[in-house]
């Protein structure tokens, strides 16, 4: 054997140990918060400098406010949100009997809005979704991501599993490659998050805006230069049902703010 | 409707220096992009903020499009007595918002 092929022998060994990532163990688990700078971390702790309270006032009004054709509003079944809501964010994305698929928070709202109000739902990443979902969601503060066990959701849990480790896009990237093999290190002076869930939807400072982990998403996909999925799709919330699952145990944290 | 958080003391003593933080949601647009289309998006934002003390003004400030969206201003200004903070923001396309917050002062 030449020199050149053991070489590039030792490297296809290197880059098959690198891309065997494993998923990071429950011990070593951190949320982003973690790694935000202290002006950052003081405006998420505060309600009144957190942006994202902003929308939570929204949601709060919205919540009461009659709907569709039903004449209904989300209080009229649901009571004070802050007593039955309590908990609901931390389980999502959860399976839907009738449709036979995991949806996420956004979904739930919007079945709630199509079938109890009779009203038209909500756009992605509309104003008014994001205000309901950051109300609801914040009702589960402090409490942890508590992903269903339900055995229906496993082949949405596999998928998800399965696209969080496929290479993708132009830089043929995978999720993995940053988030479990690469995290707290540095990429172009940020620190690598672990990626996780626990925040949304969450103020992010480079958008001046309020957004859904969708979103964040859409944002990884588009920085691998990959083609991102529509919202709500199948891919989406398949990666949703897996990123909850591999960050059972932190605390919700929504709204967080992040750089 | 814009929605705004104030943060004032609720509670403080005489001459002591109390910090007050204000927060409002207004998309601050800048008036500097432009659509797919090359259309100018016109510009939107806060242009003053003031706050009065009992009656007084105690704060101003003049706000410009670098300004970031859901503009954060805190200030400090002494105790002099009870009473009513009242904060105002006006902007573009005839925007204006009022909050209201009370201190007791011993």
């Known amino acids: 054997m030449t020199r050149w092929a053991q070489r590039s022998v030792l490297v296809a060994l290197v880059v098959s140990a ?59 079944c649901h009571g004070d949100a802050k007593q039955t809501m309590k ?32 009203a038209r739902p909500f756009s992605y990443e509309s104003k008014e979704l994001l205000a309901l979902s950051t109300y609801i969601g914040l009702q589960s503060r402090g409490e942890k991501l508590n992903p269903p066990s339900d055995p229906r959701m496993q082949p949405s849990l596999n ?36 990626g996780h869930p626990n925040g949304y939807p969450l103020y992010r400072l480079e958008w001046q805006s309020l957004g859904s982990l969708q979103r964040r998403l859409r944002n ?10 529509e919202y709500g799709s199948t891919e989406y919330v398949d990666l949703e049902v897996y990123l909850t699952s591999r960050g059972r145990g932190l605390p919700v944290e929504t709204p967080a703010v992040r750089p | 409707m ?27 647009e800048t008036g500097f992009r432009h659509t797919s289309v090359g259309a100018t998006i016109p510009r939107d934002i806060i242009t003053t903020f003031t706050c009065t003390y009992n009656g007084e003004e105690i704060f ?41 917050s009370t201190i007791t002062v011993e």
């Not at chain 1, 011990?27 to 309600?47: I, N, P, V």
């Not at chain 1, 959860?94 to 919007?110: V, W």
């Not at chain 2, 970031?68 to 201003?73: C, E, G, S």
């Open chain 2, 60 to 100: 101003r400030a003049d706000l410009f499009p670098a300004m970031a969206a859901n503009p954060f201003i805190t200030f400090t200004t002494i105790a002099t007595g009870s009473g009513t903070l009242v904060f105002n923001w006006t902007g573009d396309n005839g925007f204006t918002a009022t909050e209201s």
């Open chain 1, 220 to 229: 990884c996909m588009i920085g691998m230069r990959a083609e991102p999925y």
């Open chain 1, 87 to 118: 908990g609901v964010s931390a389980r999502y994305p959860a399976f839907e009997g009738t449709l036979g698929r995991p949806i996420n928070l956004d979904q739930r709202i919007n079945l709630c809005r199509a079938q109890q109000q009779q």
């Open chain 1, 18 to 76: 690198t891309t065997a990532s494993a998923q990071i163990p429950q011990s070593e688990l951190r949320s982003g918060y973690a790694d935000l700078g202290r002006d950052t971390k003081a405006m998420q702790d505060d309600d009144t400098t957190n942006p994202g309270m902003l929308w939570a006032l929204d949601g709060e009004a919205l919540w009461k406010t009659k709907a569709g054709n039903a004449e209904r509003s989300c209080a009229d």
């Open chain 2, 2 to 28: 814009a929605r705004a958080l104030i943060n004032v003391p609720a509670q403080a003593k005489r001459g002591e220096i109390i910090t007050i933080k204000t927060l409002i949601s207004h998309t601050m």
């Open chain 1, 159 to 194: 998928a998800g599993k399965e696209l969080f480790s496929r290479r993708v896009g132009q830089l043929n990237l995978s999720c993995a490659q940053c988030h479990d093999d690469n995290w707290g290190k540095k990429l172009a002076g940020n620190t690598v998050p672990q």
